[in-house]
């Protein structure tokens, strides 16, 4: 899947998301229902860490990476609104956007490898366990993984730059530029002290 390249639907959405990460969106506009239905039918849709009101100038991006994602369930809220959850299935590099007559935004991507793709099995640490905990607490983000994979030190650390609370330019160097060791510091200092 590495080398593949391939035309997706964009969701500009300031979410970050990494492989094996699952969120739940609401869909109300009409262009991103189009977005849901021609993703169902095929090979998902790409969360791209931008805001919607920031791709004036299509061809640049501080932020040239987003989330392929799968749609793994669909739901609908109290109030009627489409509800989805996606699984990122893969990191992708964002080679250039363009728009059809919806301003639906497409893009030719190609696949990306990242460390949190990487399994890793560990004895439990303070970071697994804090996180158990924060699934304990908080039953919409447990609902979300059925199967967690808290023996796995990557997939733990992948969970807590999802969840944290810090800017999304902070998060995004965890992707282009900082390792799994990078990563693993930042957190723990963060939870951890």
């Known amino acids: 899947m590495k080398n593949l390249n391939v035309t997706l639907p ?9 492989p094996g990460g699952v969120t739940k969106l609401r869909i109300f506009e009409p262009r991103y ?8 039918s095929g090979q998902g849709f790409v969360l791209w860490l931008q ?9 640049s991006t501080s932020m040239p990476w987003g989330s392929w994602v799968d749609i793994i369930n669909f739901d609908q809220g ?9 699984k990122c299935k893969s990191l992708v590099v964002i080679k ?9 935004h497409f893009g030719d991507v ?23 905990s924060v ?16 023996n796995d030190s990557h997939w733990v650390l992948a969970r807590w730059l999802e969840i944290l609370p810090i800017e999304l330019n902070v998060k995004n160097a965890f992707v282009v530029s900082y390792s799994f060791k990078e990563a693993k510091a930042f957190v723990e200092s963060v939870i951890l002290e």
Do not use: Q
């Not at 805001?51 to 061809?59: F, L, T």
């Not at 109290?78 to 996606?86: K, P, Q, S, T, Y």
């Not at 250039?96 to 301003?103: G, K, M, T, V």
């Not at 699934?135 to 808290?150: I, M, Q, S």
């Open 10 to 18: 964009i969701f500009p959405l300031p979410v970050f998301l990494l």
């Open 33 to 40: 229902l189009k977005m849901v239905s021609t993703a169902s």
């Open 51 to 59: 805001d919607k009101n920031i791709i004036a100038n299509e061809s």
């Open 78 to 86: 109290d109030d009627g609104i489409l509800e989805i959850d996606v």
């Open 96 to 104: 250039s956007i363009a728009h059809d007559e919806n301003n639906l």
């Open 110 to 132: 190609s696949c990306i490898a990242h460390w949190s793709e990487i399994h890793v099995d560990m004895a439990k640490g303070k970071l697994s366990t804090s996180l158990a």
């Open 135 to 150: 699934f304990a607490e908080n039953e919409r983000l447990d609902d979300l993984y059925p199967t967690k994979g808290l």
